[in-house]
């Protein structure tokens, strides 16, 4: 599934292109992707300027002169398409603006899309129950000293929680950990102050990198140039069960489950 730093990079370049145009057309080639496009969705873009773009956690955001904000989720395999050279069947919403054609593609259709109010954003029922941004200044170590207190779940499951941080996806939360030297098993409550300091940054540092390298290209995702983010080629632990840890400590990198996914961690650095 496109995390955050994928989500951020597909903004990025459709902004390149779409900031400032006027939607002309807009075409819908089915009725729903993983659910019914929003009634109302056609005649509302048709006509409508875009004003800017933004993200919220794994969510792109696109927002109109009318007061409207087209929300995007790619799904697990979703991308936007910038001119593409030819049509394809799984092309299920389709909009011309300035020069140029956006195609979202969705072979899965795990994807969808939904229309809201731009002052009522917040209250859109996801966003509402949402942590901060993890890139934004209201992550810090307070917030994760508060939200973790008592909490005897692992450290790993609760920075996937969406309510304490919004975005964190299982790739960057087991880079982070590792980046921090903590246990991912480790119960949320007792990991330290000094820790969650240490913390905090390296989730910001995970992240970046990700968006400056184009994201981390798994199985299907691309940005909508076309091109692949490299981000995969930095990994730290993420898929290298088996080999040796980064820090040359001597370490071997592990896997283990834990709520159903796979965590990567050196046993031997992350305490």
């Not at 496009?37 to 009318?66: C, E, M």
């Not at 969705?106 to 731009?118: A, E, H, I, Q, W």
């Not at 919004?166 to 246990?183: K, P, R, S, T």
Request: contains cysteine; aromatic residues 8%.
């Amino acid at each position: 599934m496109p995390e955050l730093p994928e989500v951020e990079t597909t903004v990025r370049g459709l902004e390149r292109f779409l900031l400032g145009q006027r939607i002309s057309h807009v075409q819908l080639n089915r009725p729903d992707m993983r659910f019914a496009f929003p009634a109302g969705l056609v005649q509302a873009l048709v006509g409508a300027t875009v004003t800017s773009l933004g993200r919220r956690a794994k969510y792109g955001l696109i927002h109109t002169d009318r007061d409207s904000t087209l929300i995007f989720h790619l799904g697990m395999s979703g991308t936007w398409r910038i001119d593409p050279v030819a049509a394809d069947k799984h092309d299920h919403l389709v909009l011309d603006a300035g020069d140029h054609r956006f195609t979202l593609n969705d072979p899965r259709r795990f994807g969808f899309v939904d229309l809201v109010d731009t002052p009522l954003l917040g209250q859109w029922p996801a966003f509402a129950v949402m942590g901060p941004e993890p890139l934004g200044d209201d992550l810090d170590t307070a917030h994760l000293h508060r939200a973790l207190a008592g909490r005897s779940q692992a450290i790993k499951l609760m920075l996937l929680d969406q309510k304490v941080v919004a975005g964190l996806g299982n790739i960057y939360v087991c880079e982070a950990l590792f980046a921090a030297g903590i246990d991912p098993r480790k119960a949320a409550g007792k990991v330290s102050k000094p820790a969650l300091a240490r913390l905090v940054p390296a989730i910001r540092a995970v992240l970046m990198q990700s968006i400056a390298d184009g994201g981390s290209t798994l199985r299907d995702y691309m940005q909508p140039d076309g091109e692949l983010g490299y981000f995969a080629t930095r990994f730290a632990v993420y898929g290298r069960e088996g080999e040796a840890c980064l820090h040359d400590d001597g370490g071997v990198i592990r896997r283990i489950v834990q709520g159903g996914r796979s965590t990567w961690f050196c046993p031997k650095c992350q305490r």
